[in-house]
T-cell receptor, first 110, second 114 residues
Framework: QKEVEQDPGPLSVPEGAIVSLNCTYS??????FMWYRQYSRKGPELLMY????GNKEDGRFTAQVDKSSKYISLFIRDSQPSDSATYLC??????????FGQGTRLTINP | DSGVTQTPKHLITATGQRVTLRCSPR?????VYWYQQSLDQGLQFLIQ???????AKGNILERFSAQQFPDLHSELNLSSLELGDSALYFC?????????????FGEGSRLTVL
């Protein structure tokens, strides 16, 4: 079983829709949770960063962490075609390596 | 532009050969990480160096080795290449040695083994 599970999709939604992306994990030591966005032929770039449980909002993006359920989510409101990319969740226990999910490929259709 | 530079961008070689991938981290970053990305495995951590010393090791094959030089650039050496080694290899850098902050990724080196 992988430490971090993420549905690879692909996920295709119309412009303006609310997108929900999720990851589950098995290591209860994880405390640092991140979402990276990767455009085609580019390296991943950090989108959202959360420490421990709770919500964090940045513009149209909201990250949620539920440590009791070992479940994290990324919501994108008013999705735009420019949001089309692969979204990777990532998490770490601090001193150890950052573990990535497989990534969900998202397409926003105009 | 993340500030992390990787060369070469594309590389095509044959089975059994050896290649070297190079990474220059962002100015001021002491940690360098190497990741392998393939369609079926996602982004897999290979190895991390911090200020010239190996800090953490992931699922790196014995045929692969890396080092970080005094000027902080890093090289990933892949030898006795197999078809399954075809993948995108990413280098990332960060200021600290702990995986608690942002990693800045380069654009990757695409390796094709024929």
């Amino acid at each position: 079983q992988k430490e971090v599970e993420q549905d690879p999709g692909p996920l295709s939604v119309p412009e303006g829709a609310i997108v929900s992306l999720n990851c589950t994990y098995s290591n209860s030591a994880f405390q640092y949770f991140m979402w990276y966005r990767q455009y085609s032929r580019k390296g991943p770039e950090l989108l959202m960063y959360t420490y421990s449980s709770g919500n964090k909002e940045d513009g149209r993006f909201t990250a949620q962490v539920d440590k009791s359920s070992k479940y994290i989510s990324l919501f994108i409101r008013d999705s735009q075609p420019s949001d089309s990319a692969t979204y990777l969740c990532a998490m770490s226990a601090g001193a150890q390596k950052l573990v990535f999910g497989q990534g969900t490929r998202l397409t926003i259709n105009p | 532009d993340s500030g992390v530079t990787q060369t070469p961008k594309h590389l095509i070689t044959a089975t059994g050969q050896r290649v070297t991938l190079r990474c220059s981290p962002r100015s001021g970053d002491l940690s360098v990480y190497w990741y392998q990305q393939s369609l079926d495995q996602g982004l897999q951590f290979l190895i991390q160096y911090y200020n010239g010393e190996e800090r953490a090791k992931g699922n790196i094959l014995e045929r692969f080795s890396a080092q970080q030089f005094p000027d902080l650039h890093s090289e990933l050496n892949l030898s006795s290449l197999e078809l399954g080694d075809s993948a995108l290899y990413f280098c990332a850098s960060s200021v600290t040695g702990a995986s608690t902050g942002e990693l800045f990724f380069g654009e990757g080196s695409r390796l094709t083994v024929l």
